[in-house]
Nanobody
Framework: QVQLVESGGGLVQPGGSLTLSCATS????????MGWYRQAPGKQRELVAR???????DYRNSVKGRFTISRDNAKNTVNLQMNGLKAEDTAVYYC?????????????WGQGTQVTVSS
């Protein structure tokens, strides 16, 4: 069973920084794309950033220059470094990974971690 476990959320003041981490465990052959999504109250879940197995990255426009996604293929982890946080970044952040096992190739999700930006 593949599991994604996030950590690193919390309360931070505007302009502050947080780093989210996500670890993948279980039995699988390989992990393709990994990413971070977020969902604010009353809004749809949206892509924040993603990184391919070849380390190509993609960001939503509102976080470009402030957030950095990175992955460690040896450890099967993905991080999201968030700087210059704004109130509008407040949301539950979810880790996502496309994982290939011996029987399936599909997306898995973490349980989510709350990020609150407030003074």
């Amino acid at each position: 069973q593949v599991q994604l476990v996030e950590s690193g959320g919390g309360l931070v003041q505007p302009g502050g920084s947080l780093t989210l981490s996500c670890a993948t465990s279980g039995s699988f052959l390989r992990i393709n794309e990994m990413g971070w999504y977020r969902q604010a109250p009353g809004k749809q879940r949206e892509l924040v950033a993603r990184v391919t197995s070849g380390n190509n990255t993609d960001y939503r426009n509102s976080v470009k220059g402030r957030f950095t996604i990175s992955r460690d293929n040896a450890k099967n982890t993905v991080n999201l470094q968030m700087n210059g946080l704004k109130a509008e970044d407040t949301a539950v952040y979810y880790c996502n990974a496309f994982v290939q096992t011996t029987t399936t190739f599909r997306a898995y999700w973490g349980q989510g971690t709350q990020v609150t930006v407030s003074s």
